[in-house]
């Protein structure tokens, strides 16, 4: 079995996926030990490690370089954040995903946003960037940001509506996995897994369900995103001004 589809054997709903996302290779190297049965990046943090900015500022031959890296460290499949895709369309998109792939990624997460824009890509543009990406071969996780700003309370069902819109015509773009990000709401987590023809991602929240109450929504891979990243550097934070003030630290 190759890394794709060893990777893609994973996504079982109601049995999900844990993925402490990494952002470098010494990163991965830690999440691997600690059990790991795959290793993803998340875009906010291996940008933010380099001092730059989520929203593809860290360019693509960047994020090749630390995947070669995170690679040689690791065994496991790798998937990573790909942001938007790297490519103003699905030409350039399918070559970014493509180098991606050769380089040795198992997978991908694409947004169905443009850097630095609220509004979604229409579902057919959408569909086109996510066909040429999964026309490489590497397995495509087809984010969703349907949910973003919006007050789950007052739109569930238009929003889960919108959601299996389009995850159908993700599905048939090629993509293999569905990740629908900024949603903690129960009753739209089942409804979107049971009506999804991919098997759903979600991103941990602290005001979410917990790991077990998403795997019996039916969710079949969780994301912990940037919060691995911002725990990592909120300590360091805490740890340097214990110094800086005279006292020790806790390491």
């Known amino acids: 079995m190759n890394k794709v589809e060893e990777f893609a054997a994973l996504h079982v709903p109601g049995k999900p996926l844990l993925l402490v996302n990494i952002w470098d290779a010494g ?32 360019p693509l031959d960047a994020v090749l370089s630390n995947l070669e890296r995170i690679l ?39 947004e169905d946003r443009l850097p630095g824009r609220n509004e979604l890509l229409p579902v057919a543009e959408q569909a086109a960037r996510l066909s040429a990406a999964a026309g490489t071969g590497i397995f495509v996780n087809a984010r969703c940001d349907v949910f973003r700003g919006q007050d789950v309370a007052t739109a569930r069902d238009a929003l889960v509506a919108a959601v299996l819109e389009r995850a159908r015509a993700y599905a048939d773009a090629g993509a293999r996995s569905l990740f629908v990000p900024f949603m903690a709401d129960r009753a739209a ?18 005001s979410g369900p917990t790991h077990r109450e998403l795997a019996e929504l039916g969710v079949a891979r969780i994301s912990h995103g940037h919060q691995p990243w911002a725990a990592a550097m909120a300590y360091l934070a805490t740890q340097a001004r214990k110094v ?7 390491y």
């Open 244 to 250: 800086f003030a005279g006292e020790e630290p806790d």
């Open 189 to 206: 987590i089942s409804a979107i897994c049971e009506g999804s023809p991919l098997p759903v991602n979600i991103l941990r929240s602290k």
């Open 72 to 110: 040689a460290v690791t065994d496991l499949p790798v998937t990573i954040d790909l942001e938007s895709g790297y490519g103003a369309d699905p030409a350039a998109v399918g070559r970014s995903v493509g180098m991606a792939f050769e380089a040795g990624a198992a997978g991908i997460n694409m």
């Open 27 to 58: 990163s991965a190297k830690v999440v691997a030990a600690a059990g790991a049965r795959a290793i993803a990046t998340g875009s906010y943090g291996v940008a933010e490690a380099q001092g730059l900015k989520d929203g593809e500022d860290f």
